[in-house]
């Protein structure tokens, strides 16, 4: 029964064996476990005087203390919780619009329908992902979680378009859709059963990829003051790192270790990633 | 050819049209009225009313019917006057930008270039040995994860604090002025250095992942099967499949160059790096609508200028667009 | 392949050679250059000594005063007089010294100083409103002045001694009418120990005088090069602290006690405040709306107010609590009377906050936790500073805190800065916080005319008493101490004035700003401080002559 299961769905089974799936998504699930349940580990709220500010990481301040003496865990284990939530929403609303606009572009490739809808994808592409956020997210006065979210995903999704049409249009070529189209089969199940099940793992690749891109996107307004501007969030407490001389007075563990749980993870999605690659793809499963 | 190119300049010229739009609405957009918190700012200071006066009959002027205050506003964006900048009162927009694109120019050219072609050629090696790719890959995973400032804070936490190589802030130091002299030179090289590493180290990464995985999609293309059953050595096939991965390579720098002038900006904020991206900020921080439309716009032409400079070298190396074979680009 | 890199490396950099500006200017010799900071908001435009906000060190470096005034003692020292005197009530008397030259060689004399005056009586400029009670000015012989009064303000005067800057009649002469204050006058001519060098995107540069005539009598200034850079973000200031590439910061820097003693950085003490105070902090309540027009209402703000918090976690300690009259130095606290304060001073007392709005009826009358107006309405106000000026807006959450535990509704608000300047020439605000009117000065006079000048008839108020509090009987008090001389009536009078500002409380005064200043001694040593108070480390734009002066003098290079 199970190796029939395999059997049909043999991705998955390359997929979750795959080394490099399986120690990307370990650390993608620490970092998550970390968002979840870190502010339960700490006795701290993470604007309140913890203690004596300029403290390098101990037991009692498991990554040291900012400054004028908050504890950094707690700011890091909070802010990681609102850059994953605004990251994943953002990446899920980019995901969908990419795959909706690509799709379609990809499957009336050729026409003029799909020459707009490059065009308009051509022209998100090019304008400067950041400048463009810094101007819009200046102007609102207050930003909140879902807000921020749309904001970074509606500059994000171009990527995602792009690559769903290209991997639509040479589907839409392979020799069993023809086939399908052949035998009037109807529209919607060529899309469904041809196009969208090959197309699964891909846009879930996508989504990965589109992920990271929102995350990074999120952490670097947050960074320039941009953020949600109620609470904590990651790159807030890198902006504060970086503002009160952190780096100047060598206080590494306010000034780099909160990055670094992000780079971390952003990372091991990476490998996650290139393993899926590798399962899906057969071409490059002997690497 | 020809299609290709008219194709990629309409799209410019529209993104153009975009840019300019967006920044003639925003100010009309704000809740509140930008216009009198600006009237009041200018009045403070000396001379400030009648050179607003001039600025805002020139950019604002409000009895006029909306169509032609935006047709205005095209002709001031042509004649590069971009009004006059609150936050360095009374210096003229567009002289602030002149000075500032120095510093971008001089950190981003040179660091794109250098990490495209290094970025590269560490990844063909990378994707045609395998022991390699095991070593250097997560490397390479890492670098491209990182965050552009959390990079630059760790570059200047190591090189500017720990070893103390290189100062962590400012273009030259306060006792040097801006000359042609070695001494100044050597003072602007010493300050430059750490941004310019950390740009080029965090694209590397991408360039790298990239190329490595073009060859090996090129690897197991029939030619270069081919090439292995007749026995080439390793370096050629290497080759081929470089000249062939290329070709993304240099479509993906297009598609980046705006992700890396937005990282460029956060590099600029932690080394305090005069350039466009940081004075955007404290335009945003401070208001200064003057200052920021100017900006916004002088980035926007930089990317299109940069993508439509791609545009046209991709056409040369890629034979396929020359000869009008596919539009797929 | 690389090649080209190569290639296109080259061109970069020369093209970056080409453009990056390419004065003739050399770098300066860092022993004998003094760099500062903490003066300059924007890049360097005007050095016209008519307007109130020239590039800093206009004032002070190239022009100069009659006296200067050194706060810490309270003393007037002769500068470019020789002397002054009231020859009669209302007829005062200056004699120049001789010998004093303006930089481009013409002499100075007091012709110079008539002049001075003359022009701010033939045009509207920022001095002219003297000519109110200034009556005529005329030279006798050279070096002597004589000022005729129409009603003599002595308080007003003293501060004019060492505040108005004498320029060259031969120069500004020429200057006509409609250009008086446009012009941007640069390259200044004046007496003083520095002339104008350089002028940069990011910085001014000043060169000394070697024919200062102050090098025979003060001393001459140590430093030959003075570099006065724009400001730039906290952090980089500290950073240029750190590794003493600024000798001297009047920077406000959050966290700098923290780390002044591992980088060997001097404040004036070496404890808590540190800094010495500048001004004072008031909170204004605009008392022409309810309940601010009540003063038990407002007393009670005054019990509320957690003074010791704002100082100790908004600033760590950098500033001071106000005492109660809000006044400071020495040249205010001789007039401070100590049984005024005890009798009607308050300090940071909840329960007696709380009664006092209890017996003034604005208690819980609906029951939602809150304090409603006595006739039932309910009470909500706001209390604003500028968005941006993170200090006032800690402090201003601190207060608002405050006013929840006692049951008071204030919401602390963070209007843009021009915003918040128009509500407060507007008296469109309910609360805020000010110190615009309350600086150091040699006589209290400044600070009682700040907090409750007469002018709040028209439709703006520009010059304090932004919460427009009527007290005519306080005017006539303030307006008798300007024009007295006796000391022991100004005394009295400085007594019943403090009685009133405590007793009707018009604005409850919180904390003094400090003279933000922290310096290095990788350069230059001996800077002055507590122990040795020799001058006053100040840059900031007419300050120079409250002793800074005397800083260039005294500091010695550290090698």
């Known amino acids: 029964m199970a190796k029939d299961f395999w059997a049909k769905h043999e991705n998955l089974y390359y997929a979750l064996t795959n080394k490099k799936v399986l120690f990307g998504l370990s650390i993608v699930i620490l970092v998550f476990l970390l968002a979840a349940f870190g502010p339960l580990l700490t006795r701290y709220e993470y604007d309140e005087y913890a203690g004596q500010g300029y403290l390098p990481p101990s037991s009692e301040h498991f990554f040291g203390t900012t400054i004028d003496g908050k504890d950094v865990f707690t700011r890091t284990v909070h802010g990681l919780r609102s850059t994953l939530l605004v990251g994943a929403i953002a990446g899920t609303i980019a995901t969908l619009i990419g795959c909706i606009i690509g799709f379609v572009a990809g499957y009336y490739g050729g026409t003029i329908f799909d020459e707009l809808l490059m065009m308009l994808t051509n022209i998100f592409v090019v304008i400067p992902q950041l400048a463009l956020l810094i101007v819009i997210a200046a102007f609102l006065e207050v930003r909140g979680t879902f807000v921020m979210a749309v904001i970074v995903a509606s500059t994000a999704w171009p990527w995602t378009a792009r690559a769903v049409r290209s991997q639509t249009l040479s589907l839409k070529n392979q020799e069993y859709v023809s086939l399908s189209k052949i035998s009037s089969i109807s529209v919607g199940r060529i899309l469904r059963e041809d196009i969208a099940s090959n197309m699964f793992s891909y846009v879930f690749m996508v989504f990965i990829q589109q992920f990271n891109g929102t995350m990074l996107a999120t952490v670097q307004l947050e960074f320039l003051g941009l953020g949600p501007t109620k609470g904590i969030s990651l790159g807030l407490v890198m902006q504060n790192a970086v503002n009160w001389n952190g780096i100047q007075l060598g206080m590494w563990w306010w000034a780099i270790i909160p990055g670094l749980i992000l780079a971390i993870l952003i990372t091991a999605l990476y490998f996650v990633n290139t393993g899926l690659d590798a399962a899906f793809n057969p071409r490059l499963r002997e690497m | ?329 | 392949m690389i090649n080209v890199g190569k290639k296109v490396l080259i061109l970069t950099l020369a093209f970056l050679f080409l453009v990056g500006g390419m004065s003739l200017a050399q770098d300066l010799p860092r022993e004998e250059t003094l760099v500062v900071s903490g003066a300059m908001w924007g890049p360097p435009s005007t050095w016209n000594i008519l307007i109130p906000n020239p590039t800093p060190g206009t004032g002070g470096l190239v022009y100069e005063t009659m006296f200067s005034y050194n706060p810490l003692d309270n003393t007037y020292t002769p500068w470019l007089a020789k002397s002054g005197e009231w020859v009669s009530e209302n007829e005062y008397v200056l004699n120049l010294r001789e010998g004093i030259n303006w930089t481009d060689g013409e002499e100075f004399n007091a012709e110079d100083v008539v002049f001075t005056y003359e022009i701010a009586k033939e045009n509207s400029i920022m001095y002219s409103p003297v000519w109110k009670w200034l009556q005529s000015v005329e030279a006798e012989g050279d070096y002597t002045v004589r000022f005729t009064f129409s009603e003599p303000h002595y308080a007003e005067w003293n501060a004019e001694l060492y505040e108005r800057y004498i320029i060259p009649e031969h120069i500004w002469s020429d200057i006509p009418s409609g250009e008086l204050i446009t012009r941007t006058m640069k390259d200044p001519v004046g007496t003083g120990p520095y002339t104008a060098r350089e002028v940069g995107q990011d910085r001014m540069v000043w060169e000394r005088n070697d024919n200062w005539w102050g090098n025979d009598v003060f001393g001459q200034p140590k430093p030959k090069y003075l570099v006065d850079l724009v400001n730039q973000s906290n952090n980089v200031v500290m950073g240029m602290l750190m590794k003493g590439e600024l000798d001297l910061s009047n920077n406000f820097i959050p966290g700098v006690q923290k780390i002044k003693d591992q980088f060997g950085l001097k404040t004036w003490y070496e404890e808590e405040p540190y800094m010495l105070s500048w001004n004072t902090a008031n909170l204004y309540m605009n008392t022409t709306r309810k309940p601010m027009g009540d003063v038990n209402f407002r007393r009670a703000m005054a019990f509320m107010v957690n003074k010791e918090s704002i100082v100790e976690r908004v600033y760590g300690g950098l500033v001071k609590a106000a005492n109660p009259t809000g006044l400071f130095g020495e040249g205010w606290l001789k007039y401070l009377d100590e049984e005024v304060v005890d009798e009607y001073g308050f300090e940071y007392n909840t329960t007696k906050a709380k009664a006092l709005l209890n017996d003034a009826g604005y208690v819980d009358a609906d029951g939602d936790g809150w304090r409603d107006m006595p006739n039932g309405d309910p009470l909500e106000l706001s209390i604003i500073v500028p968005s941006g000026w993170t200090d006032w807006m800690s402090a201003v959450r601190v207060i608002a805190q405050n006013a929840e535990e006692i049951g008071v509704n204030i919401k602390p608000n963070f209007p843009d800065s021009s915003l918040f300047d128009n509500k407060r020439f507007n008296k469109d605000f309910d609360m805020l916080i000010a110190n615009f009117q309350t600086t150091l000065s040699s006589t209290p006079f400044d600070y009682w005319n700040g907090v409750a000048n007469e002018n709040i008839d028209g439709k703006t108020i520009s010059n304090g008493n932004w919460g427009a509090y009527d007290n005519p009987e306080l005017f006539e008090l303030i307006d008798e101490f300007n024009m007295t001389r006796n000391e022991t009536r100004k005394q009295e009078i400085a007594s019943k004035i403090q009685r009133i500002l405590l007793k009707d409380m018009p604005t409850v005064p919180l904390w003094h700003n400090g003279l933000w200043a922290q310096q290095t001694t990788n350069n230059w040593t001996n800077w002055p401080s507590e122990d040795k108070p020799y001058g006053v480390p100040v840059t900031w734009g007419n300050a120079y002559q409250l002793g800074m002066i005397d800083t260039l003098i005294g500091i010695k290079p550290a090698k």
């Open chain 2, 1 to 329: 050819m020809g299609k290709y190119l008219r194709k990629k300049l309409m799209i410019y010229i529209i993104t153009f049209i975009l840019a300019v739009t967006i920044n003639f609405i925003i100010p009309r957009m704000m809740p509140g009225d930008p216009i009198q918190s600006l009237l009041s700012r200018f009045s403070g200071m000396e001379g400030g009313r009648q050179i607003l006066e001039e600025q805002l009959t020139l950019l604002f002027n409000l009895d006029q019917p909306v169509w032609q205050q935006y047709l205005n506003f095209w002709k001031s964006v042509f004649t590069l006057d971009f009004g006059i900048s609150i936050i360095q009162f009374p210096t003229p927009v567009i002289d602030i930008i002149k000075r500032a694109i120095v510093y971008d120019l001089s950190v981003l050219f040179p660091a794109i270039i250098l990490s495209w072609i290094v970025g590269n050629k560490l990844g063909a090696y990378s994707g045609t040995d395998k022991k390699v790719d095991n070593a250097s890959m997560p490397f390479f995973y890492f670098l491209a994860s990182s965050p552009y400032f959390w990079m630059a804070g760790l570059v200047a936490f190591f090189f500017g604090v720990v070893l103390q190589w290189f100062p962590i802030s400012g273009a030259y130091s306060a006792v040097a002025s801006p000359a042609l002299s070695w001494n100044f030179i050597k003072n602007f090289l010493h300050h430059w250095f750490l941004p310019f590493f950390t740009m080029f180290l965090v694209q590397l990464g991408g360039w790298a992942i990239g190329m490595r995985n073009m060859i090996m999609y090129e690897k197991s293309s029939n030619y270069s099967k081919y090439m292995e059953t007749l026995g080439s050595s390793k370096k050629l096939i290497r080759k081929y499949g470089f000249r062939n991965g290329v070709l993304p390579q240099v479509t993906g720098l297009a598609l980046r160059i705006g992700r890396i002038v937005g990282g460029a900006i956060t590099v600029q904020v932690v080394f305090n790096y005069p350039g466009l991206g940081r004075m955007l900020l404290d335009a945003v921080q401070n208001q200064d609508y003057f200052l920021m439309q100017g900006i916004f716009l002088t980035i926007v032409t930089m990317v299109l200028v940069a993508n439509f400079v791609v545009d046209i070298v991709y056409m040369f190396i890629d034979p396929r667009v020359r000869l009008s074979f596919t539009e797929e680009v």
